[in-house]
């Protein structure tokens, strides 16, 4: 015969402070896992949304960043008529020639300077981001010192805000448009005409790199391909979503310390909860006697006292969940490629229910053996505990 919930339930009240206490315990555990979860989770996000599978990025061969690469106007005028590369409605192929490089810009509130990318680009660079929308301004005029800015820079960097005035290179840019990128990496960039900006930073010649787009993620694959073959050309091409996916290794150490600092934390409130079992053990021994005079079994007891570390933990692990949820959409940093990349957390179901496992994950350890410690308990003895 089972012991019914409702007996571990009204202990858990009746201990409430305690309880209290090592739930929260659990819940802190829970809730640093969650946040580690959640920023990496969002990083890959913005990464994902940044990428189009008929995109792609063609930059030197052997270069793992845009900042790193070398792509000659030579070398685009050869690319750009490949076969496989759609055309626009003008005709002409949807081929961009850009130049990335990066300046410093003080934070509001701030008065250290973050590196922040500056993308040089072509009109049919603008066509091919398809994610990317003006919310505010227009879009800057070719052959004149105009930028527009991302969203997140908007917001966060006061000297790139709309009818600004932006040091750049050598000259005065005046900030026209703010665009969005729903979510994209694009929102961390500042963008002009990539003449202007390579004549500014002396690039006229090397370029960093070339986007290119195909009709449909098949022929993308087969472009790639091409490309790379082309001894020709002498240029390395890569699926834009897998180069984006490249860049989420940025938050890997991250990742790695939150769920090793996770994993300490989980040790603590294990034996949080194990002690907490154990004095409950111990303050309970007359009513495991009575419970054993009434007909309930060893293992009934065992199930019993394990259970109740369970919802105890439970209790933690949603605790957490609540903790953490305010997180979801805030928006931070981090350094990506020399430069800093905004993007928001990203709290999921999935997230949350792995947290509430790992909680429970925790009880069960925790109050496996305080539970077995009150089975072994004999019916005299038990009784005559004060």
């Known amino acids: 015969m089972a012991i019914p919930l409702t007996y571990n339930l009204r202990n858990l009240v009746v201990r409430r402070t305690t309880t209290v206490m090592t739930a929260l315990g659990i819940a802190l555990t829970v809730a640093v896992l969650l946040a580690v979860l959640a920023l990496v989770d969002g990083l890959r996000v913005t990464l994902a949304t940044s990428g189009d599978p008929r995109h792609v990025l063609v930059m030197r061969k052997g270069a793992t960043s845009e900042l790193t690469s070398l792509v000659t106007r030579m070398q685009f005028q050869d690319l750009k008529f490949k076969q496989g590369i759609a055309t626009g409605a003008d005709g002409q192929p949807l081929a961009s020639v850009e130049l990335i490089t990066i300046i410093s810009l003080a ?99 090397y370029l960093s790199s070339a986007l290119v787009e195909a009709p449909d993620a098949v022929t993308a694959k087969a472009l790639v391909n091409s490309i790379g073959d082309d001894t020709r050309l002498d240029l390395g091409a890569q699926m834009e979503t897998d180069y984006f996916a490249q860049q989420t290794q940025s938050a890997t150490p991250i990742e790695y310390t939150g769920i090793f600092v996770a994993v300490i934390m989980a040790v603590g409130s294990s034996f949080a909860a194990m002690n907490t079992m154990y004095a409950a053990v111990a303050r309970r021994a007359r009513e495991i006697g009575t419970l054993r005079v009434l007909g309930f079994s060893k293992l009934s007891i065992l199930t019993s006292f394990w259970l109740e570390s369970v919802l105890l933990a439970g209790l933690g692990g949603v605790a957490g969940c609540l903790l953490v949820l305010p997180l979801n959409g805030h928006t931070t940093e981090v350094g990506a490629n020399f430069s800093q990349l905004a993007f928001a957390f990203h709290i999921t179901p999935g997230s949350m229910l792995a947290g509430v496992l790992f909680a429970i994950a925790l009880g069960s350890v925790g109050g496996l053996f305080p539970a077995a410690a009150a089975a072994r308990k004999e019916i005299l003895s038990a009784l005559r505990e004060t």
């Open 107 to 205: 934070a509001e509130g701030s008065d250290t300077g973050d590196n922040v990318t500056i993308r040089g680009l072509m009109p049919a660079g603008i066509a091919m981001r398809h994610n990317v929308r003006l919310v505010s301004g227009r879009w800057f005029r070719q052959g004149v010192y105009e930028a527009v800015v991302g969203k997140s820079l908007s917001d966060r960097y006061p000297d790139a805000r709309l009818g600004k005035k932006l040091r750049m290179g050598r000259s005065d840019w005046t900030i026209v448009g703010v665009m969005d990128a729903s979510g994209g990496a694009q929102a961390s960039e500042i963008w002009g005409d990539v003449n202007q900006v390579s004549a500014d930073w002396n690039r006229v010649l």
